[in-house]
C-alpha cells in the first residue's frame, strides 16, 4: 500500500501516453461486458427454459402462422395438459424505438401454461372480461409509469385494423404481472387474442405458435412427435420442440452468438495485448536508469519486478473497472433487445479476471527485464 | 583502530568479449569511522569501480571487502540489498532523482523499506531536507530545482535512512564552483557534526581539499595513503 504513491506517479510519468492506454482498455473491457451480457443472457434465456413446455410452430419457418383450430386437436393428446397461443405483435410505444413485447392471448390457457407469471386472481377475472384488457409485466409497466385503469396506445409494425385500415391500437390495463423466477420476464404485454382476431384485417383464425404444458417432462419427445404426426400432410405441417430447442433453434437464427461474440473479443485483446504490452515495454525501458537508482538504494530485484508488475495491475485493473462500469451502466439501455434488466455481476468477474491475466501477460516481460537489471551497468548507461 | 571499510586483496576483472580485463589488483584499504576520504585519480583508473565494491553495487572477482565489520563480497543479490538499504547512502554525480515524485518524496524512498509510519517517513524526510537547508523546497519536483538543490535533495536522500556510510562519485562533478564548495561543505558538516564517514571520488583537487583524506588511484592500485 505504501508504495501506492510511487506506482501512481510512475504510472502518470508520461500522461498522454497512459490516458492513451488506458483509454483503449477501457474501451476493450467496454466491449467485453457489453457482448458477454450479450451472449450471457442468450444462454441463461436456454438455461431457465421449461421443461415442461413444448413450443409448436410452422415447420416451414418460424414467422408462419398456424390454424387456431390446432388448439384442440393438440390439447386431445394424450399426456398434454393446457395449450395456450401466442402471435408476435411486433409493437412500440409512441416512438418506434420503445419496442414493446406484446403477445395476444387467451387469458386463462396463458396464465395456466405459464405458471410462473403471476397475476392476482381479480386482475386474471378482469382480463377475462374486459375485451381491450391488457396485462403487462411489473417491469414495462415501471418504465412507462402505466398503472391499472390507464389506456395505452400501441403502434403494429405487422397488424392493421379491419375497422379503419390503421395499425394503431388501444388497449386498457386491467392487470400487472410478476415472475418472482425471473425478473427479465416482467417486459412483456398481453391482450386478449380474441379481441384482437375480430378486429385485425386479415389472417383471422390464426395464431403464430402454440405453448403446450405437457404432464410429464420424460415424455417430451413423444408427445412432440405426436403432435407433428398429427398434422403431417396437412396444409400446415407443425414442429414441436422443448422450450429449450425452441430458444436455442431461435437463436441460431440471430447466428452463433457464442462463437461471434469470442471471436470479437480475441481480436479486441489481441490488439489490446500488442498495443499496450508495447506501451509498457517502452515505458520500462525509458526508466531504466530510475530502477537502478531503486535497486541502489536497496529495492531488491523481486521488489523492483513486483512494482513493474503492480503499476501494469493498477493500470489495467482501473481501466477494466471503468471500462466495466460503463457497460454496467449501458447495459440496461439493451433490454428491450434482449429481456435483460442489467450486467450479470459473473461478467463483471470475469472482466476483472480479464483485466489480471491482460497486466500480467504485459507487465511480465518488462517487470522481468527490470529484475535482472544491472545496476552497475544501467548506471554506466551501458 | 575500527575500521569501517576494510579491503584485502580485492581484484577486479571485467570480462569484454573473449578478454579479461583486470581493473583493480590486489587492492588493500582500510577506511576508519569518521573519516572523510577522497579518491583522485585519472578517468578509467578504476575509482567507481572501487566505489561500486565498498557500497555493495558489485562484488569483487577475488579478496575481502568488509563494512561496518560484516563481509559483504559474497552476499547473495537480496542480501546485498538489504546491506545497501540499511547501511550505504549513494550520491551521484547527475543526482539521479525520480523526476516524477518531489523532493520530498524522492528522500522519503529509502524510508519505504522500513517499517516506520507514513508519519514517521514524513517527518524523517523533512528532517533530513531541513538538514541540507532545502525544507522550504519539499513541495518541489526535480525539473524545478537547480543542479545544487538537486544535489542537495540526493544529499538528503542518501542520509535519511541514517546509512553507516556515505559514497559519493563525482558529486559535484556537474555543479559550477560556488555551488560545488557549498555542496562540499555541506559534506563537510555533515562528516564533522553528524560524525557521518564519507567516501567520495573527485577530479578536483579543490574538492579533495575538503577531506581529511586524499587516496590517489591509477590503473587500479592504489598510491600509498597521504595526509591532506
Ligand atoms: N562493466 C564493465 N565492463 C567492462 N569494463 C568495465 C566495466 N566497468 C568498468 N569497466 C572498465 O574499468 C575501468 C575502470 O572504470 P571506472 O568506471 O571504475 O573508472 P573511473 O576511475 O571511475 O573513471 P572516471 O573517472 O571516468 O569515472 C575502465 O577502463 C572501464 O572501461
Ligand atoms: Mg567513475
Not at chain 1, 381491450?132 to 402505466?146: F, I, K, M, N
Not at chain 1, 392487470?175 to 375480430?198: A, L, M
Not at chain 2, 514517521?120 to 526535480?142: D, F, M, N, S, Y
Amino acid at each position: 500500500m505504501k508504495y501506492l504513491p510511487l506506482l501512481w506517479a510512475s504510472l502518470w510519468r508520461k500522461k498522454l501516453r497512459t490516458l492513451f492506454t488506458a483509454l483503449s482498455i477501457i474501451i476493450a473491457f467496454l466491449l467485453f461486458g457489453m457482448l458477454q451480457g450479450v451472449n450471457n443472457a442468450f444462454n441463461r434465456t436456454i438455461e431457465l427454459s421449461n421443461v415442461n413446455r413444448l413450443i409448436v410452430i410452422s415447420k416451414i419457418a418460424l414467422t408462419e402462422s398456424l390454424p387456431f383450430s390446432y388448439t384442440q386437436q393438440i390439447e386431445s393428446l394424450p399426456g398434454v395438459a393446457r395449450v395456450c397461443y401466442q402471435s408476435w405483435f411486433g409493437s412500440y410505444y409512441q416512438d418506434p424505438k420503445n419496442f414493446v413485447f406484446a403477445f395476444p392471448v387467451d387469458p386463462e390457457r396463458m396464465f395456466e401454461v405459464y405458471s410462473e407469471f403471476k397475476l392476482p386472481p381479480e386482475q386474471l377475472e378482469a382480463f377475462k372480461h374486459t375485451r381491450s384488457g391488457a396485462v403487462v409485466g411489473a417491469d414495462l409497466a415501471r418504465e412507462y409509469g402505466w398503472k391499472i385503469g390507464d389506456r395505452v396506445p400501441l403502434h403494429s409494425t405487422i397488424w392493421t385494423r379491419k375497422a379503419d385500415g390503421q395499425s394503431d391500437w388501444s388497449f386498457d390495463i386491467v392487470g400487472i404481472y410478476t415472475v418472482p423466477s425471473d425478473r427479465s420476464q416482467e417486459n412483456q404485454f398481453f391482450f386478449q387474442h380474441e379481441y384482437f382476431d375480430e378486429a385485425r384485417a386479415f389472417a383471422r383464425g390464426t395464431v403464430g405458435w402454440f405453448a403446450v404444458l405437457i404432464k410429464d417432462p420424460n415424455q417430451a419427445a413423444a408427445i412432440g412427435a405426436a403432435i407433428d404426426k398429427l398434422f403431417a400432410n396437412s396444409q400446415n405441417e407443425t414442429k414441436a420442440q422443448t422450450e429449450k430447442e425452441f430458444q436455442m433453434g431461435f437463436l441460431k437464427q440471430i447466428g452463433d452468438i457464442q462463437f461471434i461474440v469470442t471471436r470479437i473479443l480475441i481480436a479486441v485483446f489481441v490488439a489490446l495485448l500488442f498495443a499496450t504490452g508495447s506501451t509498457m515495454t517502452q515505458s520500462v525501458r525509458e526508466r531504466i536508469p530510475e530502477l537502478a537508482v531503486l535497486k541502489t538504494l536497496g529495492f531488491s530485484d523481486t521488489r523492483v519486478l513486483l512494482l513493474v508488475l503492480a503499476e501494469a495491475v493498477l493500470l489495467c485493473l482501473l481501466s477494466a473497472a471503468a471500462g466495466l462500469a460503463l457497460a454496467t451502466a449501458l447495459f440496461p439501455k439493451l433490454k428491450n433487445m434482449l429481456q435483460v434488466v442489467e450486467l450479470p455481476a459473473e461478467v463483471v468477474f470475469a472482466g476483472l479476471g480479464m483485466a489480471l491475466l491482460l497486466a500480467l501477460a504485459i507487465g511480465l516481460p518488462p517487470a522481468w527485464r527490470a529484475m535482472r537489471l544491472n545496476i552497475v551497468d544501467a548506471l554506466a548507461g551501458r | 583502530m575500527s575500521s569501517i571499510v576494510s579491503l584485502k586483496r580485492v581484484a577486479k576483472r571485467y570480462q569484454r568479449g573473449k578478454q579479461t580485463v583486470e581493473v583493480l589488483h590486489s587492492l588493500d584499504l582500510e577506511i576508519e569511522a569518521g573519516d572523510f576520504v577522497a579518491l583522485m585519480g585519472p578517468s578509467g583508473s578504476g575509482k567507481t569501480t572501487l566505489l561500486n565494491l565498498i557500497g555493495g553495487l558489485d562484488r569483487p572477482s577475488e579478496g575481502e571487502v568488509s563494512v561496518g565489520g560484516q563481509r559483504i563480497d559474497r552476499l547473495s543479490g537480496s542480501a546485498l540489498a538489504r546491506f545497501r538499504a540499511r547501511h550505504i547512502g549513494f550520491v551521484f554525480q547527475f543526482y539521479n532523482l525520480m523526476p516524477m515524485l518531489s523532493a520530498q518524496a524522492n528522500v522519503e524512498l529509502p524510508l519505504l523499506l522500513t517499517s516506520l509510519s507514513a508519519g514517521k517517513r514524513h517527518q524523517h524526510a523533512l528532517t533530513a531536507l531541513q538538514i541540507v537547508g532545502l525544507a522550504e523546497r519539499a513541495k518541489h519536483k526535480p525539473a524545478e530545482l537547480s543542479g545544487g538543490q538537486a544535489q542537495r535533495v540526493a544529499i538528503a536522500r542518501a542520509l535519511v535512512a541514517d546509512p553507516t556510510l556515505l559514497v559519493c562519485d563525482e558529486p559535484t562533478g556537474d555543479l559550477d564552483r560556488k555551488t560545488a564548495d557549498e555542496i562540499l561543505g555541506l559534506l563537510q558538516l555533515l562528516n564533522r557534526e553528524h560524525g557521518k564517514t564519507i567516501i567520495m571520488v573527485t577530479h578536483d583537487p579543490k574538492a579533495a581539499e575538503y577531506a581529511k583524506h586524499i587516496l590517489h588511484m591509477d590503473k587500479g592500485t592504489l598510491a600509498p595513503q597521504a595526509v591532506a
